[in-house]
């Protein structure tokens, strides 16, 4: 096999996919990120697992995806505390020793955050502009949520779960919190993991506490909690009415949907990732094995189908031996290519309810939820792998500084991809969040954000 550069860094986690954002990543106020990680925003802390990621069963927690609303919190674990209130007929106050007196669960599964793969949907939607990555797999162990209802005594009327956590919105951002409706809440597999992978929660973790769901996406998965309130009706707060929705039934791409007219992203859905060969690889002559990992959500994987002639058959690939109920399988399938010529590869998961990737998108305005068949284009035979172009950065014009750096830094806009209305929409979003964009200064904004980062 031959890889470009640019290939090996990716696959030795130095990523250079992090290119544009990763240089910027060094002014972050939360310290330096991980080197080994592609780096979307560094605060608030987006870091993105690089491809490599898909060859190992279990995800070690320093290459774990994370993804986060609002800055990290540092968290005293001997002053934390654990409140549960709201419907219940005892409300509680619970230490970690306290906590940890219920009966310990372990599990492992896959958490994918909800937004995975939202770089991809087309015409380009706001937010992180996750490829792959944002996805890993861990084990995780702490107490059943239900053990901690059951020791309060939900009341009959309670409907939903209200988690907060420790983190505090800066401006007039939103706070984080969100609700699971109570069948899932006390569902036997519904974790307060205080662990990841044998070891405490870490801090861009959770640390001490956070809610596994296993299934569903990461937008549930509530990092340091503190404050657990049983709901009799649907919580309001924006990141369940506004955020994190997607539409029933499938729309034109590109149109604006009343978040009332959609339901909150819950289950993720089967997907497959190739790890290897990589997009644009040179490959043989002679067998190359195509190796990756595939998941499922609530309904568990069912298997692994490979395709090396664009989708016009397809074979099963061996299942690796690892397997846990919600937990990802590694999965490998040879190839004996043709002497020569250029070939897509495809790998699509099946889940036990019959539910399969798709080759096309479903846009939907957030890009929640993408598991399009992905497509690895290789080349067979000698040739010269052409390396692609280093991406280079525009410098910051001092109103755009002025108004739009602090929160965050640059990166969180570098990475966008928008149209001119999408960036006077995010421009509008951020000034009730707490910009201060003077409206002499609006125009060169926007030309300046639509002129550098609009759709490629
Ligand atoms: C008061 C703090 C604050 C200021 C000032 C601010 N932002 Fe943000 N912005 C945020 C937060 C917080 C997020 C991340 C939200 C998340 O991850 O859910 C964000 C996210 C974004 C995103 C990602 C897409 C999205 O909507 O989440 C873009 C683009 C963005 N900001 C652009 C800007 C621009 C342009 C300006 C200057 C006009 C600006 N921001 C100023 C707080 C701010």
Same mark, same amino acid.
């Given at each position: 096999m031959k890889l470009t550069r640019r290939q090996w860094l990716h696959l030795c986690y130095a #990523? =250079?996919? *992090?290119g544009l954002a990763g240089r910027w990543a060094l002014q972050a106020a939360e310290g330096?990120?991980?080197?080994?990680m592609i780096i979307r925003s560094a605060r608030p802390e987006d870091f993105e697992m690089p491809l490599? &990621?898909?060859? +190992? %069963?279990l995800t070690p927690t320093d290459r774990f995806f994370v993804r986060t609303h609002l800055y990290r919190p540092k968290v005293d674990a001997a002053v934390w505390r654990l409140r549960v209130e709201g419907e219940v007929r005892t409300p509680l106050t619970l230490d970690m020793a306290a906590l940890r007196q219920l009966p310990r669960v372990e599990l492992v599964s896959v958490l994918e955050c909800a &937004?995975? $793969?939202? $770089?991809? @949907?087309? =015409?380009t939607v706001p937010g *992180?502009? %996750?490829? @792959?990555?944002a996805v890993g797999n861990a084990r995780w162990a702490g107490v059943r949520l239900a053990d901690v209802l059951r020791k309060a005594g939900l009341k009959a009327g309670a409907k939903q779960v209200l988690l907060n956590g420790a983190d505090v919105p800066m401006g007039a951002v939103p706070d984080f919190q969100r609700t699971v409706e109570i069948s899932k809440a006390v569902h036997p597999d519904t974790l307060l993991a205080f662990e990841m992978n044998g070891a405490p929660l870490p801090e861009s973790h959770g640390f001490p506490l956070r809610l596994v769901v296993p299934g %569903? *996406?990461? /937008?549930? %998965? #509530?990092?340091? #909690?503190?404050n657990i309130q049983v709901l009799d009706r649907d919580f309001d707060g924006f990141f369940m009415k506004t955020a994190y929705r997607r539409p029933p039934h499938p729309v034109e791409p590109g149109t604006a949907v009343d978040p009332a007219k959609m339901q909150p992203v819950t289950g993720i859905r089967p997907k497959s990732v190739i790890?290897? =060969?990589? /997009?644009?690889q040179h490959v043989g002559p002679g067998a190359v094995t195509l190796r990756g990992a595939a998941w499922a959500g609530e309904a568990p994987l069912a298997r692994v189908d490979v395709s090396t002639d664009n989708g016009r058959t397809w074979r099963p690939a061996r299942l690796g031996a690892d397997r846990a109920r919600y937990g990802w399988r590694l999965w490998e399938a040879e190839w004996n290519p043709p002497p020569a010529g250029s070939y897509v590869l495809m790998a699509r998961a099946t889940d036990t309810a019959g539910e399969i990737q798709p080759l096309a998108q479903d846009w939907n305005p957030s890009g929640y939820l993408w598991n399009v068949v992905q497509q690895v284009r290789v080349t067979v035979g000698q040739g010269a792998a052409v390396a692609a172009p280093a991406e280079s950065l525009p410098t910051f014009p001092p109103e755009v500084k002025a108004s739009? #750096? $602090?929160? +965050? $830094?640059?990166d969180m806009m570098a990475g966008q991809r928008l149209t001119r209305a999408q960036w006077e929409r995010e421009l509008d979003k951020m000034t009730r969040w707490g910009a201060s964009v003077k409206p002499a200064d609006r125009p060169a904004i926007l030309d300046f954000l639509a002129g550098h980062f609009g759709p490629r």
């Open positions: #990523v =250079p996919g *992090a330096t990120p991980p080197a080994n490599e &990621g898909f060859l +190992h %069963w &937004g995975n $793969g939202r $770089g991809f @949907y087309r =015409p *992180a502009q %996750w490829r @792959y990555g %569903w *996406a990461g /937008d549930s %998965w #509530v990092k340091w #909690v503190t790890a290897t =060969p990589l /997009d644009g739009c #750096v $602090g929160c +965050h $830094g640059e």
